[in-house]
Nanobody
Framework: QVQLVESGGGLVQAGGNLTLSCAASKINFRLYTMAWYRQTPGGQRALVAR???????NYANSVKGRFTIARDSANQITYLEMNNLAPEDTAVYYCNGASVTRDIWGQGIQVTVST
């Protein structure tokens, strides 16, 4: 079955850095736009960053200049490098892959930023 598996989450102090990874399997990776979303308790799932198959990226205003999304086509991994983290970045982060016909989600991974 197709799947996306996130890793690299955890606890970090404000001002610190963390990099998330999303490993894709059993998909034609080049056909998918990849993205990271995040969700806080009681909140809506919101787009953080998106990257196309030809590596064009866009970001939510709240993370622009601090986060970088990248993709490794050979290993089918999508990264989210997060710098200068703040407590408002605390959330469950979800990896997403979207093609013309399919929409795939990972299970989510917790990121907690302490003061």
């Amino acid at each position: 079955q197709v799947q996306l598996v996130e890793s690299g989450g955890g606890l970090v102090q404000a001002g610190g850095n963390l990099t998330l990874s999303c490993a894709a399997s059993k998909i034609n990776f080049r056909l998918y736009t990849m993205a990271w979303y995040r969700q806080t308790p009681g909140g809506q799932r919101a787009l953080v960053a998106r990257i196309t198959s030809d590596s064009r990226a866009n970001y939510a205003n709240s993370v622009k200049g601090r986060f970088t999304i990248a993709r490794d086509s050979a290993n089918q991994i999508t990264y989210l490098e997060m710098n200068n983290l703040a407590p408002e970045d605390t959330a469950v982060y979800y990896c997403n892959g979207a093609s013309v016909t399919r929409d795939i989600w990972g299970q989510g991974i917790q990121v907690t930023v302490s003061t």
